[in-house]
């Protein structure tokens, strides 16, 4: 067997994940399986996320050569610079793109021009929903009585305050008027079937969590959201006054909840999730095999601080390494951890680069070690990388530019530390979103 490299190893295996994900690739196969015997008449298609924009062009395609007769017309919207490279003129989806992790006004509209699309829906139209992660603030239509700063400022507020994705989404549901399912409830009230298909992006892969549930019933209350605000302080904020009135509202039942299971509208709404972590981190530890690794999958919902579970990855591995005689092994995981600012503290660099800089910190007495974390939409955090990654050869270069890798840590600066190394993972946009990837490799031939 040709040897590899670590480098190309850790790359590689990300390119495995990503490619189990594009939905040029996926959403063919689950298509046909879906409607087997094609389909006619009027198809509206609407839909969020990161991944929006490249699954609407797979979707148009495939439509294009086997449901000729089909009238397909609608509206998703992406995030920035996340549509598809030189799109054909003539496209029948409207791909709008907004902003994240924070709404903005072209999100706003976008959302109300998309159920305003929903309400012309007539009894017997079939209405498809494209959903991927990112669509709970690329959905941006706030419930009545909410406005869109109250809704941008919550989101501001939750992703500081290191508060679980599932948490966040909760939250989101509750003062939306396009999540916890009110999509397709406006769907099927129309007389429509409604059927999603859907990229996961969180642990669990929960239709429900994922953009914060469009097209799925909720089981979460107005109870719990406000719950997530007391938790963390959150319904002091002068900021999120209007926010904590409209849960307040809804406990007393002044607002509809979120769509349940068993309401009616249940029997014609159908979610089908057809690209996950694990079918990713499956790919790459394929890879890693071929390579001649042992493998070690620690699982795809895998939360926490990320730093946290940094340490605690390092000290698992540490322990195995204490009684195995093995060369080259592999650890892979997914999942979304979480990166808490301290007050006054700004930071560069999402959860995936912070996993990193803090496994670094934490292993520097284990030999042969390389490692990867990158975000499989292209972006971590608020910066303009994927990730980063290391091998044993950054030791010199650290030791060359005299950097104090645990005060990058304190100061929450991973970006910065990396990127002076020249360690970032730079994907730009994949119009896709499986969650995170890490990978760590020991190879004690190094």
Not at 8 to 16: R, S
Not at 277 to 298: I, R
Not at 366 to 383: K, P, Y
Request: charged share 20%.
């Amino acid at each position: 067997m040709t040897q590899i490299h670590p480098e190309q190893i850790l790359h590689q295996a990300f390119e495995e994940v990503l490619n189990i994900a594009d939905p040029q690739r996926s959403l063919p196969t689950v298509l046909s399986r879906i409607f087997p015997n094609g389909i006619k008449g009027n198809l509206l298609v609407v839909g969020g996320g990161k991944a929006s924009a490249s699954m609407a062009k797979a979707f148009e395609q495939y439509a294009a050569h086997f449901w000729p007769n089909a009238k397909i017309y609608g509206h998703v919207v992406t995030r920035y610079q996340h549509d598809i490279p030189a799109p054909h003129q003539s496209r029948k989806i409207k791909v709008t793109q907004a902003s994240h992790p924070f709404p903005d006004e072209a999100g706003f509209l976008a959302s109300k021009d998309i159920m305003e699309l929903v309400d012309g829906l007539n009894p017997g139209d079939l209405c498809v929903g494209l959903i991927s992660g990112g669509g709970s603030s690329l959905l941006a239509l706030p419930a009545k009585g909410v406005s869109l700063e109250s809704l941008t400022n919550l989101s501001k507020e939750l992703l500081k305050c290191g508060a679980p994705i599932e948490e966040i989404n909760t939250v989101r549901k509750h003062v939306s008027a396009i999540q916890g399912g009110r999509l397709a409830q406006r769907a099927v009230e129309r007389g429509a079937t409604l059927q999603a298909f859907i990229i996961s992006d969180v642990t669990g892969d929960q239709p429900s969590d994922i953009a914060s549930g469009p097209c799925s019933h909720d089981t979460s209350t107005f109870q719990d959201a406000l719950g997530v605000l007391e938790k963390y302080q959150l319904h002091l904020q002068p900021s999120l006054f209007e926010i904590t009135q409209h849960l307040q509202a809804g406990i007393l039942g002044k607002i509809p909840e979120t769509l349940k299971l068993g309401d009616w509208h249940c029997r014609n709404i159908h979610n089908e999730v057809f690209a996950t972590a694990k079918k990713g981190l499956d790919a790459a530890a394929a890879f890693c095999v071929e390579q001649g690794y042992e493998v070690h999958q620690l699982g795809d919902q895998i939360i926490g601080e990320s730093r946290e579970v940094a340490r605690s990855q390092s000290d698992m591995m540490r322990s195995y390494l204490q009684h195995s005689d093995a060369k080259k092994i592999a650890w892979i995981s997914g999942g979304e951890t979480t990166v808490t600012i301290p007050q006054g503290v700004h930071g560069r660099g999402g959860r995936c680069t912070e996993f990193l800089l803090a496994l670094m910190s934490a292993s520097k007495d284990i030999q042969g070690m390389s490692a990867l974390a990158a975000d499989t939409d292209g972006i971590d955090g608020t910066e303009n990388n994927a990730g980063a990654f290391f091998t044993p050869s950054i030791w010199r270069k650290l030791e060359r530019l005299s950097l104090d890798m645990d005060q990058y840590l304190v100061a929450h600066d991973a970006y910065g530390f990396f990127s002076q190394l020249d360690q970032l993972v730079m994907t730009g946009p994949t119009l896709t979103n499986v969650n995170d990837f890490r990978i760590v490799l020991i190879n004690r031939n190094e």
